[in-house]
């Protein structure tokens, strides 16, 4: 098994865990119902922490939940945990090993709060704390740069947000994605081919915004742990309020911007950053007038909604930093300096 393998396994990966756990969430997403619950609480590191990015517009906009995110620290070295009262408190963890999540959940239960665990490992310190647990089905991931946890840990949070809301319309697009992120795969070669471009890259920025604040900030994590290339994530609109000074021409630009609510906000900045500014734009979109800006088009299904789209543009992402390090001359099996399981306090 590869890390080129296990993203080509998502799609059956999705749609194995939409159907063996919608009843699990349902009875899950019932007992968030019965409770006074006020907002979640919400814990979680690296990749999972993107996850939990996806979880704060989805759970906000859809739900009507606000999210609060975590200070691990102030439960570990500080020992000073914040009063939570009347939250869902979500720890969110591909391993469920690392101990600074896991001591939010433990204290969060402590306090008298309904827990919930989101991991690929369903017997760990994490699970053992809480009182309900979403397996998220991914299978072994051998690969360190995780991918096929990442959508499933969106999965399972859209799963969720959809049980909450008791749309049953909503359950009819989760049964698409299975679909949508097959025909994002099937670009896979053109992709290999278009990342040659940029094997000289030392840095770039990604932007997204919304729903996709969350991807920006997944793509430039996966570009920093293959390719070792200086990616910056960032919302447009923050990118606007200075950091926009850094392009000069040729300046590599990553933009994932699907239609939806920000979708204009979005095309302004990837207007300017074309015409104005002369960067190099690789642009992932469902839009034929944003992908026309780009050096590198990389288009996904015209009709995947905002709220799900997420889960479909990471996977060309993904490949996208797999032919990358590729092309750099870098084993994409064996990064540097990190670990599969990354323990922090």
């Not at 919400?42 to 704060?56: E, F, K």
């Not at 089905?137 to 946890?149: L, N, S, Y």
């Not at 570009?223 to 950091?243: M, N």
């Not at 939806?260 to 207007?271: A, I, W």
Request: charged letters at 20%; proline letters at 5%; one cysteine or more.
């Amino acid at each position: 098994m590869t890390l080129h393998s296990e993203i080509l396994e998502q799609p059956e990966r999705l749609q194995n865990l939409l159907r063996s756990q919608r009843g699990t969430v349902e009875k899950i997403a019932k007992k968030i119902s019965s409770q006074n619950i006020q907002f979640v609480f919400l814990a979680a590191r690296g990749t999972s922490d993107n996850a939990g990015r996806y979880a704060n517009y989805l759970w906000g906009v859809k739900n009507s939940l606000p999210m609060a995110l975590a200070t691990p620290s102030l439960f570990t070295y500080y020992q000073q945990p914040p009063k939570i009262q009347n939250a869902l408190v979500v720890g969110i963890s591909q391993s469920g090993q690392s101990p600074d999540i896991v001591s939010v959940v433990e204290e969060g239960k402590k306090q008298g709060n309904l827990t919930l665990a989101i991991t690929n490992e369903s017997n760990s310190p994490l699970t053992k704390n809480a009182d309900f647990i979403l397996d998220i089905q991914a299978g072994d991931e051998k690969a360190v740069a995780a991918t096929k946890t990442y959508t499933s840990q969106l999965m399972t949070i859209a799963m969720l947000s959809v049980a909450m809301s008791g749309k049953e319309a909503r359950w009819d697009e989760l049964a698409q994605v299975a679909e949508w992120a097959d025909s994002a795969l099937k670009q896979d070669q053109k992709i290999a081919r278009a990342a040659q471009r940029y094997r000289y890259m030392q840095q770039c920025v990604v932007l997204g915004r919304g729903y996709n604040y969350a991807t920006a900030f997944e793509w430039a994590l996966k570009l920093k742990e293959l390719t070792y290339v200086a990616a910056e994530p960032y919302s447009s609109a923050d990118f606007k309020h200075g950091p926009v000074a850094t392009v000069e021409s040729g300046f590599p630009v990553f933009a994932i911007s699907p239609k939806g609510k920000v979708f204009n906000s979005m095309q302004k900045m990837l207007k300017h950053l074309k015409n104005d500014l002369r960067a190099e734009l690789v642009i992932v979109s469902n839009s034929l007038a944003t992908l026309e800006l780009a050096e590198i088009a990389i288009p996904i299904p015209e009709n995947v909604p905002e709220w799900l789209s997420p889960l479909i543009g990471i996977i060309p992402a993904q490949l996208f930093t797999y032919h990358l390090t590729l092309a750099k001359g870098y084993n994409p099996e064996e990064p540097r300096t990190i670990q599969k399981v990354t323990e922090t306090r």
